[in-house]
């Protein structure tokens, strides 16, 4: 199968949001990439996971039902995910970390009950791993109509669109036009 290009406005995010984000607003209207074989392909490609994954149905169902698990904790009333963590929990329960020790010295390899949960699992860990390294650097985007997240890596930790290309413009012309409107309606030129 060719796969596609990624139609995504934002990717290279850790795989948790970067499964978060195969859902986006265009022109107001939610696109949703993974809604067939297709779409699950480029994104596991654009993931690094095509050679290990199959996309097929199983795979597909079962990275949806993280997709799921993960918005209900990351878009939860914040700071209680408590909803949530089950259906996490639920994804997690298909592996587990096994330690090794390579040559290059000690590593981990993740060990699947069934290798369709591959791409949903690894997901769900790598959500483990943001809450462990900067919970709160984990974002969504601060624009009203954009659904998207991202993991902020800004130095001072204070960033708040997703792309200031596109949310972040979005805003600045929002702000400039409610200004210049305010500004003709109290008759100053």
Known sequence: ????????PLTGEPLSL?????????????????????????????NGLAGEYAADAEVL????????????VVDGVPGVPEEGTPLVDA??????????????????R????????????????DYLELLAT?????????????VLHFFDTSRN?????CSMAACGNRAKASRH????KDEVLKGKP
């Open 1 to 8: 199968m060719s796969v596609g290009s990624d139609p995504r």
């Open 18 to 46: 970067d499964l978060l984000n195969t859902r986006w607003n265009r022109d107001g209207v939610t696109q949703d990439l993974l809604t067939g074989a297709e779409g699950l392909a480029v994104w596991l490609a654009s």
């Open 61 to 72: 169902r079962h990275l949806l039902q993280a997709r799921d698990a993960l918005t209900a």
């Open 91 to 108: 994804v997690l329960a298909h592996g587990r970390i096994r330690p090794t020790l390579a040559a290059e010295g000690p590593g981990e």
């Open 110 to 125: 993740a060990e699947l009950s069934d290798p369709a949960w591959g791409p949903a699992w690894l997901a769900a860990r």
């Open 134 to 146: 900067a919970p709160d650097r984990i974002r969504g985007c601060a624009h009203e109509s954009c």
């Open 157 to 161: 930790g204070t960033r708040r669109w």
């Open 177 to 180: 036009y409610a200004r210049s």
